[in-house]
């Protein structure tokens, strides 16, 4: 159980790349299709960049890291509450807790200029 902060900075970091694909593809769609496809068309960026997501930011933001950093320490209390603390013990509460910081910091990182 005091493992599992390790287990969500990993997912973290995995979603975080697939966010930035995500972006990327998006990107793409935006400069290499649509003009092939025209500008008059309805395709996704198309579509997507029509609708105003500005006041979903703060809830995409903290939900997503609210989810792996929350878990993270929920799972990282209750292990503390059961644990006995021998040597093993201690180094995975201190891996829990080394993990959940640096799941903080992944995802506190700047994101993309213009990523949702």
């Known amino acids: 159980m005091l493992l599992y902060p390790l287990l969500g900075m990993f997912l973290s970091a995995a979603w975080l790349a697939n966010s930035f694909a995500i972006y990327d593809i998006a990107g793409y769609i935006q400069s290499q299709i649509q003009p092939r496809v025209g500008e008059g068309r309805s395709i996704w960026e198309h579509f997507r960049a029509s609708i105003d997501t500005r006041h979903l930011t703060i809830l995409h933001f903290w939900g997503t890291r609210g989810l792996f950093i929350g878990t993270g320490l929920l799972t ?24 959940i910081i640096l799941t903080i910091i992944l995802l506190s990182l700047p994101q993309i200029k213009g990523h949702k």
């Open 76 to 99: 990282l209390l209750a292990g503390i509450t059961l644990a006995k603390f021998d040597t093993a013990q201690t180094i995975y509460l201190i891996v829990g807790i080394v993990s």
